[in-house]
């Protein structure tokens, strides 16, 4: 979507394997957060940021980590993948009470 | 803790017919923000509609629309003459009014389904 890309878009990996996902920004906003979903649960927020080097647990951080060393850019990284992280990942951003702006979602498959 | 609850996992409509998605959720805050996203079979998700809580006239946004009740903390979201576009999931989300850096988060609903049927 226009001011905020997430890559790649689809990725198949195996167990065991690290993985990062990366969130791009061009709007300069100060909140960034990371989603997953997945049928029955909705979207579940993984971690968030609230600015460069400021970031905090969501409800389903285990086995995820994020860093945030400037404001464009917010990675999430898979320490080691597991068939239960295989879900669709949202990356959004906000600046004010307007709500969130999404990224296009990948898509994560672990084999 | 906020929750929100939508209460009907799915539903349809006939096109250029008119539906209403339910929405309710818990706060102790006074002052809040709640919103409709739309999330077609793209997965796009969008910004349907915005309402703040200190503003009682309810939001409008061309064919879509709300009925918000605050005391009752109710948030539907009407749509008139639907459309075939229309078809997609809707979630309601709630955010506090808030300057904390570390507090601006959205509370989800698990979402709606809705089938605009030719």
């Known amino acids: 979507d226009a001011g905020i890309t997430q890559s790649p878009r689809h990725k198949v990996t195996e167990t065991g394997t690290p993985v990062t996902l990366r969130c791009h920004q061009t709007e300069n906003h100060r909140y960034m957060y990371w989603y997953r979903q997945d049928p029955g649960h909705g979207l579940r927020l993984i971690h968030y940021s609230y600015g460069v080097k400021d970031t905090d647990k969501g409800e389903v951080s285990d086995g995820y980590s994020v860093s945030r060393s400037k404001t464009e850019d917010f990675l999430l990284t898979l320490e080691s993948a597991t068939s239960s992280q295989t879900s669709v990942y949202f990356c959004?951003?906000?600046?004010?009470?307007?709500?969130?702006?999404f990224g296009s979602g990948t898509r994560l498959t672990v084999v | 803790a906020q929750t929100v609850t939508q209460s009907q996992p799915e539903m349809s409509v006939q096109e250029a017919e008119t539906v209403t998605l339910s929405c309710t959720y818990d706060?102790?805050?006074?002052?809040?923000?709640l919103f409709w996203y739309k999330q077609p079979p793209s997965r796009q998700m969008i910004l349907v509609i915005r309402?703040?809580?200190?503003k009682q006239q309810n939001a409008t946004e061309n064919r879509f629309s709300v009925n918000f009740q605050k005391a009752a903390k109710s948030f539907s979201l009407k749509i008139s003459d639907s459309q075939l576009g229309d078809t997609a999931m809707y979630f309601c989300?709630?955010?506090?009014?808030?300057?904390?850096?570390?507090?601006?988060?959205?509370?989800w609903g698990l979402g709606t389904s809705l089938a605009v049927n030719p």
């Open positions: 706060t102790s805050e006074s002052n809040y923000y």
């Open positions: 959004a951003i906000s600046n004010t009470g307007d709500g969130y702006t």
């Open positions: 309402q703040e809580a200190y």
């Open positions: 989300a709630f955010m506090k009014h808030t300057n904390a850096g570390n507090n601006r988060k959205l509370i």
